[in-house]
């Protein structure tokens, strides 16, 4: 009769690989997570027409025409094209006052779309909680 013990068979699992996986997958995440944040953050509205709100304070109007032309509406100023470090100059320092003032930017319809992106990340990195873009009512025939 030999001595011998009957081995239970051994039900691990080798997790070392496994953690390895999801090392690399962490690494990959990291990386490529700040790329697809590149987009400018706009609320949209809720439902097809909202308006807005007149108890809160007057909004700051930025204006792009269809040259190319930045314009800021600040009470009675004659308009005046502006270049567009002037314009997120003023809009950083009513901001300061008043940081809750809604930024709105009226575009021409042939203005270029990185125009309209640029000038609403612009109006972001001024300081502005939320850039909103103007439009006409649709009218349906």
């Known amino acids: 009769m030999s001595s011998k013990k009957k081995r239970k068979p051994l039900a691990e699992i080798n997790v070392v690989p496994y953690i390895d996986v999801m090392l690399v997958l ?3 995440f990291m990386v ?3 790329l697809l944040m590149q987009g400018v953050k706009v609320e949209l509205p809720k439902t097809a027409s ?3 709100n007149t108890d809160d304070d007057e909004p700051i109007i930025v204006s792009i025409d269809q040259n190319g032309a ?3 509406n600040l009470g009675k100023e004659p308009k005046q094209s502006k270049p567009l470090k002037d314009v997120t100059s003023m809009v950083t320092k009513i901001l300061a006052d008043k940081p809750q003032t809604p930024v709105l930017v009226w575009g021409d319809t042939k203005v270029e ?3 309209i992106v640029s000038l609403m990340s612009d109006l972001q990195t001024a300081g ?3 850039v909103g ?3 006409e009512p649709f ?3």
């Open 26 to 28: 962490l690494v990959v």
């Open 32 to 34: 490529t997570a700040p």
């Open 50 to 52: 909202q308006v807005m």
């Open 70 to 72: 930045y314009y800021i």
């Open 113 to 115: 779309y990185g125009l």
């Open 128 to 130: 502005a909680p939320g």
């Open 133 to 135: 873009l103007v439009t």
């Open 139 to 141: 009218e349906r025939r």
